[in-house]
């Protein structure tokens, strides 16, 4: 069973700088891995994903101060985040999924999220 181990939430400053990561019990380059977040009272929303291949992608809302990357080496993909403000204040997830094809068609065969971590940004 694939496991996303999450790491590097706490508390910062407003305008303040933290990097999250997440390191997955399988190689990175076989999954395609994204960073989620849900702030109280908020349905869960997407902050930035980056494919097996690489290709990043952000919401609109997200670009600009948020930025995936990954590090084969290390097996780990990060999450760093600029200029903190208080509402970005959420639990942070790490979600990985991974796309077979199965009878010629192109299905999600795996599907996993991580704990969460708690950023929290005081004002």
């Known amino acids: 069973q694939v496991q996303l181990v999450e790491s590097g939430g706490g508390l910062v400053q407003a305008g303040g700088s933290l990097r999250l990561a997440c390191a997955p019990s399988?190689?990175?380059?076989?999954?395609?891995m994204a960073w989620y977040r849900q702030a109280p009272g908020k349905e869960r929303e997407l902050v930035s994903s980056?494919?097996?291949?690489?290709?990043?992608d952000y919401p609109d809302s997200m670009r600009g101060r948020f930025a995936i990357s990954r590090d084969g080496a290390k097996n780990t993909v990060y999450l760093q985040m600029n200029s903190l403000k208080p509402e970005d204040t959420a639990h942070y997830y790490c979600?990985?999924?991974?796309?077979?094809?199965?009878?010629?068609?192109?299905?999600?065969?795996?599907?996993?999220w991580g704990q969460g971590t708690l950023v929290t940004v005081a004002s």
């Open positions: 980056i494919t097996s291949g690489g290709n990043t």
């Open positions: 979600y990985a999924d991974r796309f077979t094809m199965i009878a010629g068609q192109r299905r999600r065969s795996l599907e996993v």
């Open positions: 399988v190689n990175i380059f076989t999954l395609n």
